[in-house]
């Protein structure tokens, strides 16, 4: 610190009053872009998070009767072996020409897919989940040739709904 007083004091009067203005002026700019915008954006978000959060929840209260009597609702038991359940709804959402091989694995099934379409696929997966309790445990989605399709293998194992 003593270097600096020193170098400061071996300054013209001119030079002097120019770094004390730019000392000043970079010490405004990280005040308020290092520091303040910052702060008013995480502020800011914070603020639209909780507005977020309040019309959520004014919505779950108009409809709690609606919400609670769908969490009572239980997996469909169809009776059939997941591996057979797999295959049929996949089929019947469409998905007949793309399923290249449906084995099961331990407690769940494996399933190969390609070329299918990305739409039909999410559909069918939100319907395994929802309506027999099949969840993904792990799930490999790569790009097809055609737009709009995908090439697939996905684990599904019994869920605990």
Not at 75 to 80: I, M, N, R
Not at 148 to 153: P, R
């Amino acid at each position: 610190m003593n270097k600096l007083r020193v170098w400061y004091a071996g300054l013209q009067q001119r030079e002097q009053r120019m770094v004390a203005i730019g000392g000043v002026t970079v010490a405004f700019l990280i005040l308020v872009f290092g520091i303040l915008m910052p702060l008013q954006s995480a502020v800011s978000k914070a603020a639209r998070g909780n507005e977020t959060r309040r019309a959520d929840l004014a919505w779950m209260q108009v409809n709690a009767a609606e919400i609670r009597a769908a969490g009572g609702q239980l997996p469909a038991d169809t009776g059939e072996a997941p591996v057979v359940l797999v295959d049929r709804v996949g089929r019947e959402a469409g998905l007949a020409g793309a399923l290249r091989g449906t084995q099961p694995n331990g407690t769940g099934v494996r399933v190969q897919l390609e070329a299918a379409p990305f739409d039909i696929l999410i559909t069918w997966l939100a319907t395994l989940d929802e309506r027999y309790g099949l969840a993904i445990e792990s799930i490999t989605v790569d790009r097809a040739a055609r737009p709009g399709a995908v090439n697939a293998s996905i684990t599904f194992t019994q869920s605990r709904h």
